[in-house]
């Protein structure tokens, strides 16, 4: 599988990291940057860009690492189509992409052990979409996100 990487400075050592453990695992890593350490280094560029291939290359998915993961959770966000979600446990990058079909997850290298992180992005990666109610849900954001219209509050 084809796997986007995009952090700030704060995950740049993590994001070292998991190019080489998810290239040894047999993924297509591209890095997308940034390829030096700069503490000056904003999370939005790198994330955006991520974002952006990611949803324009089906099928592929998309890392997006900082401190916390927040910040760049909401830059990959900002791309049309993009789902990305904070992902803290196995657990969530697994209903993240089970339940919301995320494309990009966002880890924070300030909040987890190199290890840590690696177990949540494999588990990310590894999970599959189960559509069925869900999909109907993704359905109501995609179409808000193409319309601008809000879905319809239920009826009392």
């Known amino acids: 599988m084809r796997v986007f990487l995009g952090s700030d400075h704060a995950g740049f050592e ?23 350490y700069d503490a000056a ?15 324009d290359d089906e099928g592929s998915l998309g890392v997006v690492i900082g401190g916390s993961g ?11 189509g993009c789902r990305a979600a904070l992902a803290w446990s ?14 990009v997850v966002a880890v924070g290298a300030r909040m987890h052990s190199a290890e840590d992180a690696t177990e949540i992005v494999s588990a990310f990666l590894a999970t599959a979409f189960e559509g069925g ?5 993704l359905d109501m954001l995609t179409a808000y996100e193409q319309t601008g219209e809000p879905p319809a509050l239920p009826e009392d």
């Open 133 to 137: 109610r869900h999909q109907r849900r």
């Open 90 to 103: 196995v657990e969530t990058a697994q209903l993240a992409r089970r339940h919301n079909d995320a494309q």
């Open 14 to 36: 993590l994001k070292a990291h998991l190019l080489r453990e998810l290239a040894n695992a047999g993924h297509d890593v591209v890095d997308i940057g940034p390829t030096e």
């Open 70 to 80: 927040n910040g760049e959770q909401i830059a990959a966000n900002k791309v049309p």
């Open 41 to 55: 280094d904003d999370y939005p560029p790198f994330c955006i860009e991520t974002g952006r291939r990611t949803v």
